[in-house]
């Protein structure tokens, strides 16, 4: 099998959550377990840090990565779900695992997962953990997949365990309350290990608090000691003045950022005061160069001028709350939105959100959980909320294009998987 053969294989022989959604979660760890026995239990031989959160994981897994690549180190970066190619979710120092080592992969141990019927997930974190073993990585960023309790990721025992923030999606695995989402969150605390929590709420805290005292783990509470003193936000990218690190410029330029930034800037005095980061250089330049460094695409990602072209992966009620008030702050004459969702999401929820002054083209995903347009459409119309529907994401982002003038703004988002097949078509036109 060729590369692309190899690819669609593995979607093919396992159940893969972003394309089918439910029907591909599998609960517990005993495939995952099974899975690392047999490769020799690869995830014992890297250090790790581990990230969980509704939001915010992503964007904090690569800027600490490209932190301790700064550093000198070699690190590994796990991440899902990909925007262009698969090989996105596994990296060392920003590089993509090659194509020859995922079909090696699949063609010398397909003979023993058949048997297994794993998910997609955890075939593919049993390959990252097995590929970072193997190329001796110093550490590895590892960003949980759904959840934390049972997520195939919980296996690890890492040097830091973050949880970003919690907030309401996936309640049909999590929970419905805030409270029950943290349950599960907070299963990646482990013993005597170090958490730190971005953002709580009254109902968050004593969740987190009371897990932390049962594995006595020293926790840290974010949102409680603000490492930015102040920020002035940039036309490209936030320069933070902060407590202990001087003045840090950052790269991403979202205005959720500042929280993220004050989780990773409590993350990084961790690390610093463990003697993992000894320069200062390499926190200003990982968070100044964060996508140069591994990678990172669609965290309110400039990606056309003359019109302005944005896009982001915010997907929830709780990414919507400041994708929606960062539009209110941006100068253009008209307002552009390519719109579309997948099927677990709170889409009445992320619509109370969405402005009113925008004319709206609505698609679906090319994912079997994305939800059909005309349904999008409906629901828009009881939210006031007008547009026409496509059945691509190309179409739709060609009739935005075309309808926009200089001046206007185009913005793309709804889903992960919209702004996948925006990035994936923009890169196959060579504009990106």
Not at 241 to 255: A, D, H, P, Q
Not at 323 to 349: A, C, E, P, R, T
Request: glycine share 8%; hydrophobic share 35%.
């Amino acid at each position: 099998m060729n590369y692309l053969e190899t690819i669609n294989y593995l979607f093919n022989i396992a159940p893969v959550f972003e394309h089918i959604g439910a029907s591909a979660y599998k609960e517990g760890l005993e495939n995952t377990n099974i899975l690392d026995k047999h490769f020799g239990f690869p995830h014992r031989k890297f250090k790790s840090i581990h990230v969980a959160g509704t939001n915010g994981k992503g964007s904090c897994s690569h800027t600490l990565a490209a932190i301790l690549q700064k550093e000198g180190y070699k690190v590994g970066l796990y991440t899902s779900p990909h925007i262009i190619d698969f090989r996105e979710r596994i990296k060392i120092n920003g590089i993509c695992v090659s194509e020859k080592y995922v079909i090696d992969f699949v063609q010398q141990e397909k003979e023993f997962f058949e048997k297994l019927h794993p998910s997609f997930f955890e075939l593919t974190t049993a390959m990252a953990f097995k590929y970072f073993a193997e190329q001796n990585v110093d550490y590895a960023v590892i960003e949980v997949g759904l959840g934390g309790r049972l997520d195939c990721t919980n296996i690890i025992t890492p040097i830091l365990s973050i949880i970003t923030n919690i907030s309401f999606d996936h309640t049909n695995f999590l929970g419905n309350t805030l409270e029950k989402i943290a349950e599960e969150k907070a299963g990646i605390i482990k013993k005597n290990i170090p958490v730190i929590v971005g953002e709580t709420t009254d109902e968050t805290f004593p969740v987190f608090k009371a897990r932390a005292e049962l594995m006595c783990s020293n926790i840290v509470f974010a949102d409680a000691n603000n490492e930015i003193e102040s920020f002035i936000i940039e036309k490209k990218g936030i320069t933070y003045n902060t407590r202990n690190f001087g003045k840090v410029y950052g790269e991403l330029s979202g205005i959720y950022q500042k929280k993220n930034t004050n989780t990773i800037l409590h993350a990084v005095k961790f690390l610093c005061d463990k003697h993992i980061i000894k320069n200062l250089s390499s926190i200003q330049e990982g968070f100044s160069h964060v996508c140069k460094l591994t990678g990172l695409m669609g965290r309110w990602q400039q990606v056309g001028t003359e019109p302005t072209v944005i896009c982001d992966t915010g997907h929830n009620v709780g990414g919507w709350r400041y994708i929606s008030q960062q539009l209110k702050f941006q100068n253009y004459n008209k307002l552009h939105i390519v719109f579309g969702m997948v099927d677990d999401k709170d889409i009445d929820g992320v619509m109370n959100l969405l402005p009113q002054n925008a004319h709206y083209y609505f698609t679906r995903a090319q994912s079997k959980r994305a939800i059909p347009e005309e349904t999008v459409q409906k629901k828009a119309f009881e939210h006031n909320l007008y547009g026409e529907c496509y059945d691509n994401v190309p179409k739709a982002y060609e009739s935005a294009y075309k309808q926009a003038s200089p001046n206007d703004l185009i913005f793309i988002g709804g889903s992960s998987y919209i702004v996948s097949d925006l990035l994936l078509y923009l890169h196959q036109q060579h504009v990106i």
